[in-house]
């Protein structure tokens, strides 16, 4: 029987979903097209009678239930005519699984010692890891959060600042890469639900590591998607309220793109977005194909152009900017639009950084591509100077991310020598192309596993392989000792963390190519950094590039050091005194040992 002591109070609370207080809990759901809503579940034995909410305005229904604690699970029941609909709470903060029951959220957590500061954007080296996969103790259940937070340690030595988690949102089943989000505002219960992401952030803070979030609002669905045809309304047999009904609706992944054109809609994507910022403390967030956002085909097609979705996206920038500027928002666009990153008040969309595709597809290509002859060097040092908007970290920069490394594609090493990932040829150009990463201009970022050789390809199915850590040590030292540099931790190649450079040396032939970094305005000493990396099978006993200044010149990494790897040749590159005499246009030069596909990373000191 239902539980007589809950009752509907005359004042809900503000909010939207469920909204516990002290006394109870307030409910309150968008329903325009419905003729009756109310709340149900096992507190009144699921009787749509018992509990109505009340027609505020606007297609708006709320109550406030006394009685009603954090933990209760309950549903909506919603009247359209005859049709009566139960669904999801589309604010539910947390479902007993996808097809389940909403439940009221518990918003208490001991935040009392998160004191993290957001590292500087040119200080930021990301890690992209998927929970289910990244550290799963047990093959037949993904990961949780709680499992990421046992290898945190593991991530700071290495040197990572943040991590970048693909979609944790609740997806039906327990396996999935995320991008097919069945409740936006809820964490995924077979990850560990809300508390253990909350203790995800705050351990993550203490190692010193920040949160950036992919989020997804391209599309919602499709699987167990109680949005869809939400209050009954639907048009053109489309989704309802929270989409579009008609040729707007169309993406790759189904006719479910949300109704940016809706105040209703853009308000709860926007409360989404700034949801994970303040109450869960995330710092930053990626949007994923936000292509799809501004154009109905994610293309250069002005004709169909969603200027309500780019609109959209430049709120939730300037809001976030507004009170909270620390927080970075990343961009997946992947069509080279410098607007994307430039300021929303020069016509731009507001993000602070995007993925660059040119980068990755351009590197990735002179690392694969079988013989050293065919190596473009010449674009390979075009993508170096690239920038968006005059800024060098206003892009992410890849060898390996989730879409490069499937969907038909595989890890770095394994596309070299399919089959021979742990090989000489695939070990010395994949670490060929991370020495690049960490080098050129923009924001660096790493794929779970890629520091110790994982291969194959991903998949939400198969855990990382650990051991492949244990069996390559100097692989990850050599990740660890790259790190070091690019964060300049030990103040010896300041000019990484710099928007300067200039490729000073090009060699197509022999396929050698050295530019220099620098961070200000003369460099000098502790700042200018040079990197000379052999794209070829060929060893140069001395190899002579040119340098801005005289003195003398460390050099600070060799990555055929045999220490990062057995097979590797331990070539010697040794530090040298630079030679007056002008050489690649700079007016001293000095010649370095330089073994097959490595790079040198080389800086002067001081004094």
Known sequence: ??????????????????????????????????????????????NSTTHPLTH?????????????????EYKFWLRNGEAELTRHDPYAREVTHSAGSSVVPNHEFDWSDDHFEMPAWNELVIYELHVGTFNAPDPERPGTFLDVVAKLGYLRDLGINALEIMPPTEFPGGRSWGYNPAHPFALETDYGGPQAFKELVKQAHRHGIAIILDVVYNHFGPGDLDLWQFDGWAENDGGGIYFYNDWRAETPWGHNRPDYSRDE??????????????????????????????????????????????????????????TMPWKITIAEDLLGNEYITRPTDQEGQGFGAQWDAAFVNIIRDALTTPHDADRNLVAVAETLTQTYNGDAFQRII??????????????????????????????????????????????????????????????????????????????????????????????????????????????????????????????????????????????????????????????????????????????ESVDTQAEEGEYDGLPFHASFGLAPYSVLIISQEAG
Not at 18 to 43: K, L, N, Q, Y
Not at 468 to 483: E, F, S, T
Not at 502 to 520: E, G, I, Q
């Open 1 to 46: 029987m239902p539980n007589s002591d809950l009752s509907n109070t005359l004042i809900p609370h503000a909010g939207m979903g469920a909204i516990p207080h002290a006394a109870g809990t307030t409910f309150r759901v968008w329903a325009p097209h419905a003729d009756a809503v109310s709340v149900v579940g096992p507190f009144n034995d699921w």
């Open 56 to 72: 505020e305005a606007d297609g708006y229904w709320a109550a406030d239930i006394a009685g009603l604690t954090s933990g209760t």
């Open 265 to 322: 809609v853009r308000r709860y994507i926007r409360d989404n977005a700034l949801m994970w910022l303040e109450d869960y403390r995330v710092d930053g967030l990626r949007c994923d194909s936000i292509s799809h956002i501004r154009n109905v085909h994610g293309s250069t097609d002005t004709a169909h152009d969603l200027p309500e979705g780019w609109s959209l996206m430049k709120w939730i920038n300037e809001e976030i900017q507004a």
């Open 398 to 571: 890849y060898t390996e991310s989730h879409d490069e490394v499937a969907n038909g594609k595989s890890r770095v090493p394994e596309e070299i020598m399919p089959g021979e990932a742990a090989s000489w040829f695939p070990k010395k150009r994949a670490t060929l192309g991370a020495t690049l990463v960490f080098t050129a201009p923009g924001i660096p970022m790493l794929f779970q596993g890629q520091e110790f050789l994982a291969d194959g390809y991903f998949s939400d199915d198969q855990p990382l392989n650990w051991d492949y850590a244990a069996h390559h040590p100097g692989l990850v030292q050599l990740y660890r000792d790259l790190i070091r540099l690019r964060r300049n931790l030990d103040g010896h190649t300041r000019g990484l963390l710099g928007q300067h450079l200039a490729v000073s040396h090009l060699n197509d032939t022999d396929k050698v190519l050295a530019f220099r970094r620098w961070a200000d305005t003369d460099g000098g000493p502790g700042d200018t950094t040079i990197i000379v990396a052999n794209f070829a099978d060929q060893t140069h006993l001395a190899y002579t590039i040119g340098l801005p200044a005289g003195g003398h010149w460390r050099v600070r990494f060799n990555s055929d050091w045999q220490g990062y790897d057995d097979e590797f040749g331990n070539f």
